[in-house]
């Protein structure tokens, strides 16, 4: 059963670049129709959609957060990242990764993991 | 952009009770739309795409109708493992953008 797992330093200082990576395991990240995407969720708030990507290297973002996100993909290690720069405590969320089916929905998710943006 | 409006941003219910959360796009989105729950600490869980189609081993209690602007979710007997956050997301356009309604909290009475 495909799984997704997080990871990434949960600590990020202000105006720092948040990385974090996402492990595909038990299936292949290059199986054409599923996008693999970013979303977070600010303490206590709801979901926002960072952006996502596909196996190919096309990437779509959020237009809120497009100056400062880049995804990429690594299909020789089988997983995707994020690098979000110039954060903020705005940024403090926790952040999830997922499988989008066609890029639409979400069907898979990692457990997520939470980033305090904080000196 | 589009945007997602959820009502109520709470509710209170009982075991048994048939509860509908609704979401409303700002603009037509046809039936691209797609329903999550979300229980604290967890990641979100999809139950519906497509507004009425149940994703592979959701409980046929939870149903859902509309097209173009007005959406609902209905849970015909709420359980007490269905106490959690409802969330609506359009992909009206994807897969370039993506957008979650506000949430909605079903608590117990």
């Known amino acids: 059963q495909l799984q997704l797992q997080e990871s990434g330093p949960g600590l990020v200082k202000p105006s720092e670049t948040l990385s974090l990576n996402c492990i595909v395991s038990?299936?292949?990240?290059?199986?054409?129709?599923?996008?693999w995407g970013w979303i977070r969720q600010p303490p206590g708030k709801g979901l926002e959609w960072i952006g996502s990507?596909?196996?190919?290297?096309?990437?779509y973002y959020n237009p809120s957060l497009k100056s400062r996100v880049t995804i990429s993909v690594d299909t020789s290690k089988n997983q995707f990242s994020l690098k979000l720069s110039s954060v903020t405590a705005a940024d403090t969320a926790v952040y999830y990764c997922a499988r989008l089916i066609d890029g639409a929905r979400g069907d898979v998710w990692g457990k997520g993991t939470t980033v305090t943006v904080s000196s | 952009a589009i945007r997602m409006t959820q009502s109520p941003s709470s509710l209170s219910a009982s075991t048994g009770d048939r509860v509908t959360i609704t979401c409303r796009a700002s603009?037509?989105?046809?039936?691209?739309l797609a329903w999550y729950q979300q229980k604290p600490g967890k990641a979100p869980k999809l139950l519906i795409y497509a507004a009425s189609t149940l994703q592979s081993g959701v409980p046929s209690r939870f149903s859902a109708s509309g097209s173009g602007t007005d959406f609902t979710l209905t849970i015909s007997c709420l359980q007490s493992e269905d106490f959690a956050t409802y969330y609506c997301?359009?992909?009206?356009?994807?897969?370039?953008?993506?957008?979650f309604g506000g949430g909605t909290k079903v608590e117990i009475k």
């Open positions: 990507i596909y196996y190919s290297g096309s990437t």
């Open positions: 038990s299936g292949s990240i290059s199986s054409s129709n599923y996008y």
């Open positions: 603009q037509g989105i046809s039936s691209y």
């Open positions: 997301q359009q992909y009206y356009s994807y897969p370039e953008a993506l957008t």
